[in-house]
């Protein structure tokens, strides 16, 4: 798979490229990286998920979000009917002329913050950015750019002082090295390419490339040609029948074995994808099957199955429209009741945090359960504490709460 380099012109007169995702938009946009600051946010009632710097995110009506600049994403909309999203990809070369520090700004905005004076923050933004929309469906007069001008100062001077934090370095970015090198891996990730390779192609050392890799992507450089490579072999085990030794290696992976292992601290499953024409063809243990479907229809999905297979089987989803169907006596709580009885921990000891209704009899089996702030409903009436988001560092929160830290 090849992550594309998006060059973004900025509209006439004005430092920014604006655009409105509809039903009549690709359902998926593909890996891609470019220069600029793009801002996003969801308008109408739907369910889109950003994967960001290797973090998935969902995001709903009334969300705002900030992709920093050359941060590979990808997004994919669960349901496009209806969908309105308006996006900002603002010039990062005007940024850099109204705010030269920009290159150390990392921005960590991913949806409504908790923070009381952030979420005055993010009201203003939200108010901004429709006033915005109102302004580009309108016909224009002579002052329409300055207008969008001004606002584009306002959004940018309240994301820095309130969304973003400092990365400081010593070394100041060379831009062009750096596009140079993405450019080089994203095309070029299946050759035998590593730090060395690339400072030795770009004339210069490997420690300088990585001080301003790392300053830049926040990433090393090692770590993202890796991550380019998993994204191609993802697309490959999905839409291909390639045996995995095949995959590897077109992939950039000098061995199966580093591949399984890469892929598997990534995903936390092994890559074995196997079609079979007939599950009788399958001579082994079968553990779990795993479906998707739309996010909307989960539950519609989950009783379809439940009432067409049977009590020998438990139908549950463990979120973002996956369904998992386990064995019925095997589920989260049979887990942590093995642990009691081998660690001598008490289930009212315990504390477990959940968000999907794969994780319901754990929550009832521990002393201490806590639903995420972007659980279920179900797992929300069921749980007795609640924290925060993922995004939010909600677990570590909670945990500092209760330990008193």
Same mark, same amino acid.
């Given at each position: 798979m090849k992550i594309t380099h998006e060059i973004v012109q900025p509209t006439p007169k004005v430092p920014f490229k604006y655009y409105f995702h509809d *039903?009549?938009?690709p359902k998926r946009v593909p890996s891609h990286w470019h220069r600029n600051i793009e801002l996003g946010f969801m308008v109408s009632k739907n369910t889109l998920l950003v994967k960001d710097d290797n973090q998935e995110n969902e995001y709903h009506q009334g969300d705002i979000w900030v992709i920093n600049s050359r941060d590979i994403h990808e997004t994919d909309f669960i349901n496009r009917k209806s969908v309105f999203v308006f996006c900002l990809l603002i010039d990062y070369d005007f940024l850099k002329k109204i705010y030269p520090d920009i290159d150390q700004i990392h921005f960590d905005l991913r949806?409504? &913050? /908790?923070c009381l004076k952030q979420l005055i923050a993010y009201q203003e933004l939200e108010k901004q950015l429709r006033m915005m929309i109102q302004l580009l469906q309108e016909p224009r007069d002579d002052t329409f750019n300055l207008d969008l001008t001004g606002r584009i100062y306002i959004l940018m001077s309240n994301l820095i002082n309130n969304f973003s934090h400092k990365v400081t370095s010593n070394t100041s970015v060379n831009e062009s090295l750096i596009d140079q090198a993405l450019k080089i891996i994203n095309n070029n990730y299946a050759d035998d390419l590593n730090g060395a390779v690339l400072a030795h192609e770009l004339n210069t050392s490997v420690t300088t490339l990585n001080q301003q890799f790392h300053q830049t992507v926040q990433m090393p450089i090692n770590k993202y040609i890796t991550t380019v490579r998993l994204l191609a072999a993802q697309k490959k085990l999905l839409n291909t029948n390639q045996n995995i030794d095949y +995959?590897? +290696?077109d992939s950039g992976f000098n061995s199966t074995k580093s591949f399984i292992r890469n892929f598997k601290n990534w995903k936390h499953t092994t890559p074995c994808i196997t079609s079979v024409d007939s599950f009788e063809n399958i001579d082994d243990e079968i553990l779990k099957?795993?479906?998707?479907? &739309?996010? /909307? *229809? /989960?539950e519609a999905y989950m009783e379809h199955l439940a009432n067409g297979i049977g009590k020998d089987v438990s139908v549950v989803s463990s979120g973002h429209g996956d369904i998992d169907i386990i064995q019925a006596e095997a589920n989260k709580a049979t887990g942590l009741e093995y642990l009691s009885q081998k660690l001598n921990i008490k289930p009212e000891e315990m504390c477990a945090f959940g968000d999907g209704g794969n994780d319901? *009899?754990?929550?009832?089996y521990v002393g201490h359960g806590v639903a995420m702030e972007n659980a279920s409903e179900i797992v929300l009436e069921t749980a007795p504490y609640q924290t925060t988001n993922n995004n939010q560092q909600g677990v570590l929160a909670h945990l500092e709460s209760v330990f008193e830290l």
């Open positions: *039903e009549n938009s949806g409504k &913050p /908790t +995959i590897a +290696i099957f795993s479906v998707n479907c &739309p996010l /909307t *229809e /989960t319901l *009899e754990m929550l009832r």
